[in-house]
């Protein structure tokens, strides 16, 4: 897998791990035949009857994971431009970039959405994580020459030239540096406990941080009249591949919806989060 330097391969060892979902208990073939979407985004995907999309604040990130686009074609292909083996555990597929590089893993995902929001509003401001061992890492001081190189095994900040590249070439490039030195550990320290999953609103993630670990973001949210909420979880994983709309294996009644229950353990088709691993920006 590539990474940059030994720090960050001990970093994909110990920290930004997701775990190995090619080898998960739901196993399909690539030869098979992905039902063609027949919804252009996030927000025109049905909502099972007697539910509605809740609220959200005009330009939030909510509104915008809704404006998300889908790909007509819901299989999933790999950075590398190959077809993933296992097919069965998506819904839909997010028309947004992966990359050429095996890095954009399952926190890798959540940050290139939150990334693809804050350009679109022109806000590189807003554009800043920090790695792992804590060093900021920021989009808008980028544009202006900041780079990173390690020392031991800590990221240090120094001025280089400003790259004559447009700033869509360099906010990839600049990715390729998060993607390599955040994981599910940084997200969730950058993130705050949630208590009460009815609170829930539309951006907020699951997060399991360590090795194996993983990272799943709410992309939509509806009610009905009693006040029952329902949702629609997206992630990426690892090997790097395309951001994708996970079905709901415990209820094929309303997948690919997920139901605010009672019980701890939210089920998805690769892995399982319980209620304390809810956390928001």
Not at 56 to 84: Q, T
Not at 154 to 173: D, G, H, M, V, Y
Not at 199 to 208: L, R, T
Not at 236 to 257: C, R
Request: proline share 4%; charged share 25%; hydrophobic share 40%.
């Amino acid at each position: 897998m590539t990474r940059f330097g030994i720090y960050s391969l001990l970093l994909m060892l110990t920290f930004n791990f997701c775990n190995n979902h090619e080898q998960a208990s739901y196993h399909g073939s690539s030869d098979e035949t992905a039902i063609e979407a027949d919804y252009a985004s996030i927000g025109d995907m049905a909502v099972p009857a007697g539910y509605r999309r809740v609220a959200v604040e005009r330009a939030s990130f909510g509104e915008w994971l809704r404006g998300v686009k889908l790909k007509r074609d819901s299989k999933i292909y790999l950075y590398n431009g190959r077809l993933k083996y296992d097919q069965s555990g998506q819904f839909a597929v997010l028309d947004v970039p992966v990359g050429n590089k095996d890095l954009q893993q399952c926190a890798d995902a959540i940050l290139r959405l939150r990334t693809e929001y804050f350009f679109d509003r022109a806000d590189m401001d807003s554009i800043h994580f920090k790695a792992t061992d804590g060093t900021e890492l920021s989009f808008a001081r980028w544009l202006k020459g900041e780079r990173y190189k390690l020392r031991g095994n800590k990221l240090l900040p120094f001025t280089s030239a400003k790259s004559p590249n447009n700033k869509r070439i360099q906010l990839e490039q600049f990715l390729e540096i998060v993607f390599s030195y955040c994981g599910t550990i940084s997200l969730n320290k950058e993130t705050w406990p949630i208590d009460n999953l009815n609170e829930m609103k539309v951006g907020d993630v699951f997060i399991k941080a360590g090795s194996p670990g993983h990272a799943m973001i709410v992309v939509d949210l509806a009610v009905n009249h009693n006040g029952e909420k329902i949702f629609l979880l997206a992630q990426g994983l690892m090997p790097a591949q395309d951001i994708h709309i996970v079905k709901n294996p415990t209820d094929e009644k309303i997948s690919p919806w997920y139901k605010v229950k009672v019980g701890s353990e939210i089920i998805t088709p690769q892995w399982v989060f319980y209620r304390n691993q809810f956390r928001r920006w």
